[in-house]
């Protein structure tokens, strides 16, 4: 088993920037990507990022990768998400989430088999 505590979120006013955090812990060798999605209300679950906890490659959707940078610290098995010039429409709740398999399919929360319980982020205008 896997757990993942998302934290950073909050309430920030529009250009302004937060960073996420995603600790993992118990079996993290059973997972090699780690990701970062989004959902609004209403919404389908959005791909943000990805990364591989050995190599540290990246994946983006194209919606943001000019914002939000992914990065991760091994020592404390930890994946940040960077979100700086925040706008409305960013504001969802955010998730991390820890799995393993094909690359062709790690945008896809099915993907995913560790989920954290989520962290509400609400940018104002």
């Known amino acids: 088993q896997v757990q993942l505590v998302d934290s950073g979120g909050g309430l920030v006013q529009a250009g302004g920037s937060l960073r996420l955090s995603c600790a993992a812990s118990g079996r993290t060798d059973s997972t090699y990507y780690v990701g970062w999605f989004r959902q609004a209300p209403g919404k389908e679950r959005e791909f943000l990022a990805a990364?591989?906890?050995?190599?540290?490659?990246?994946y983006y959707a194209d919606s943001v990768k000019a914002r939000f940078t992914i990065s991760r610290d091994n020592a404390k098995k930890t994946v940040y998400l960077q979100m700086i010039s925040l706008k409305p429409e960013d504001t969802a709740v955010y998730y991390c989430?820890?799995?393993?398999?094909?690359?062709?399919?790690?945008?896809?929360?099915?993907?995913?088999?560790?989920w954290g319980q989520g962290t509400q982020v609400t940018i104002s205008s």
């Open positions: 990364i591989t906890w050995s190599t540290g490659n990246t």
């Open positions: 989430a820890a799995g393993a398999g094909l690359e062709s399919l790690n945008r896809s929360p099915s993907f995913y088999s560790y």
